[in-house]
Structure formats: C-alpha cells, structure tokens
DNA sequence: AAGATAGGTGACCATATGGTCACATGTCAA
DNA sequence: TTGACATGTGACCATATGGTCACCTATCTT
C-alpha cells in the first residue's frame, strides 16, 4: 500500500521510540543494563502488564536484548538501531543543517521565490 | 501523571517522526523545499485532508514551517528539532562503545565470516 | 461576476494503541 | 512440597490516531 515505506525495521524503531515510558525504559536501561521486569515494574506507575507490552515493543524493535536466566529475565539495552536509524536517516538532516536554516531565513525575510 | 516526560518538545517530535507518510513527507521537503499542499498532494496515495492532518503534526512538532503568499502555502523544512533531539538523546545511546557492538554483532550473526 | 483554484474546519468512522485484569506456568527456597 | 516469586497470555476497555467526506472561505483569472 504505502510503497514508500521501505524498511519495516526503521518503522518499528520509530514507532517504539515515540512513546515516552519506552524512551524512559531506555533510559534506565541505560543508566544500567540487566534489568528484570520487576525491577523495571517498580520504576514506573504503571503495572506489571503494561510494562510487559513496552519492553515487547522495544524487543521487537531490537532495541532491547533479553536473557534468560531461571525464572528470572534481564532486559539489555542494543543501540545498534538507533544507531542505523541515525546513520542511514536523521544523519541527512543535520548534516546541511547551517545552509538548509540560512537558506530558510532568506527564504522568509525576502519576498525571494524559489522558482 | 508521567513524571518523567520532562519534555514535550521531544515527545512531540518522536510522535511525529513515528508515522511514514510524514517520514515520507519530510524526504520530499528534504528533496526540495517550499512546496504547497497540493503539490505533496500529488504525491501520496491520500486525500488532500489526510495530508494536511500530516502537515499540521508536522508544523507542531517544529519540524515545518511555513509561509502562506496569496491562496498559497509553502512548506520549509526545519531541521532544527531532528538536531535537538539528537544531539540531547540520541548521541548518548550511539556514541558509547556501537563500534564495538557493531562489530560484535556482525560476529555473532555471521561467525562462518570469521575463523 | 463567475468559475476555477488553493486551502480550512468539523463531524465522522475504523483501527491502533496503552493499559488493566483474571488466570496460568515455571522456578526458587525452606 | 508448599508457598512465595518472576514471568506469561488472552480478553477486555478507553482513548488516540489515520483517514475520508460535506461544506466552507479566500484568492486568482478571464
């Protein structure tokens, strides 16, 4: 349907990041990796199903890598997608960022058209 | 409620980053600036209203800005929020040890690569 | 003035999403 | 082996979201 929707995986990251209590899980996970999900439980208002849903979105966006170890599960924190997301998407944003900006102030200030 | 959500700027700018068409709209901003509704219009598979609802998340975001001259309304990228945002969280995630990881996790998914 | 063009608004609908609960499985510790 | 602990599943609900439509205003052209 949407053919310019390339990359699924760039969706899925974009999509997971776009929640805040997934970003705040990040968070955490950053500050210390190896969590548990109780302990992650505890770390937010939010029940222990709710937080389940978050970290399968985050799971599923490769964001976060488990292990599993008895009845316990540790969630570790992968930057390799954002990373790609960055590299291959946000980098071409920024990078022209000076002239795309100064040309957008001459753009506004003068009654300049691009064609 | 959320306690954590210190800035809505970002949460604003991830939610509108989260959907394609507006990703995709952003790469024909990207690919040339100053085009009106009914220009981006004529490039998605959508109603003109469907696209204006984009634009309109878009522009709260910061992420377009625009500029209206007679029955027209141009649309300018504004890369400045993709920037902040990355700047303030995403380069803590990539600027740790990725090379490393990277390249572990090119060991792990190919190790017939390797010895 | 009349018609075409560009954009805007509010209601509306289907689906996606965030979150909870009852219940269930597997695991550790005494 | 009993009970507490850690996690998992499916149903369920309220709201958010993506998208369309009828209708409307403003501007340009002839």
Redesign the pocket.
């Known amino acids: 349907m949407v053919t310019y929707l390339r990359r699924m995986d760039d969706d899925r990251v974009f ?1 997971a990041l ?2 805040p ?1 997934r970003r705040f899980l990040l968070d955490l996970l950053f500050a210390r990796d190896g969590r ?3 302990e992650l439980e505890s770390a937010v208002e ?5 937080v ?3 970290l399968r ?1 985050l799971e599923d966006a490769g964001l976060v890598v488990t292990r599993r170890s ?4 540790f969630h570790f924190l992968n930057p390799v997608p954002i990373r790609e997301v960055h590299d291959r998407w946000i980098d071409k944003y920024t990078e022209r960022q000076v002239t795309a900006l100064m040309n957008l102030k001459k753009e506004l200030e003068s009654d300049h058209d691009q064609h």
Do not use: F, N, P, Q
Request: charged share 35%; net charge positive; aromatic share 4%.
């Open positions: 999509k776009a929640d209590t548990t999900l109780s939010m029940t222990r199903y709710g389940m849903k978050h979105v008895g009845r316990e599960k």
